[in-house]
């Protein structure tokens, strides 16, 4: 093998590299679209027995700013009370990437609240805000995920500013 040639595999194995891993681990992308599709179905039975199917019993969400990680029982709770408040809620993924076993995620959450949405009334107003996730999978499920949404953004929106 030349010196180029062996240059151009190593650049191409650098470019490729997430490609690779992904190999390595498998395609869990399947298991972590569970995951919108509960955000997006609240209150469907069958949504929340293919999310606790796609995570772990121990499964873990980091986000909330407290510092306090909920559990999946927690997780589901809250769900089912934006599925109350946001029934027409929705979760578009837009882009999802995995590299090993880590599965990031760039969505777009939109809903109308039919009362308010952490103390503001949006008087039939909607949201539509971008959110970024990272999963954590171990064996084909989600061990851990940590997440940002911009309810910042969804309360100025709902407030009319």
């Given amino acids: 093998m030349t010196f180029k040639t062996l240059t151009t595999a190593l650049a191409f194995a650098t470019l490729t590299g997430a490609g690779l891993t992904t190999a390595a681990y498998g395609d869990d992308t399947a298991s972590v679209q569970s995951f919108y599709d509960l955000l997006s179905n609240p209150g469907a039975a069958e949504q929340v027995a293919a999310f606790e199917a796609a ?5 873990t969400s980091s986000g909330d700013y407290s510092g ?3 559990t999946r029982a927690a997780f589901l709770g809250r769900v089912g009370g934006f599925a109350q408040l946001i029934p027409d809620l929705n979760w578009e ?7 090993g076993a880590f599965v990031t995620v760039r969505s777009r959450a939109t809903g109308t609240p039919i009362a308010p949405l952490f103390g503001v009334d949006g008087e039939g107003r909607s949201f539509d805000i971008m959110t970024i996730d990272i999963h954590q999978l171990e064996d084909g499920v989600i061990s851990r995920s940590w997440h940002v949404e911009d309810w910042a953004g969804a309360l100025q929106q709902l407030s009319g500013h």
């Fill in 55 to 59: 995570t772990a019993e121990d499964w």
């Fill in 68 to 70: 306090a990680d909920k």
């Fill in 93 to 99: 993924v837009q882009a999802m990437h995995q590299d």
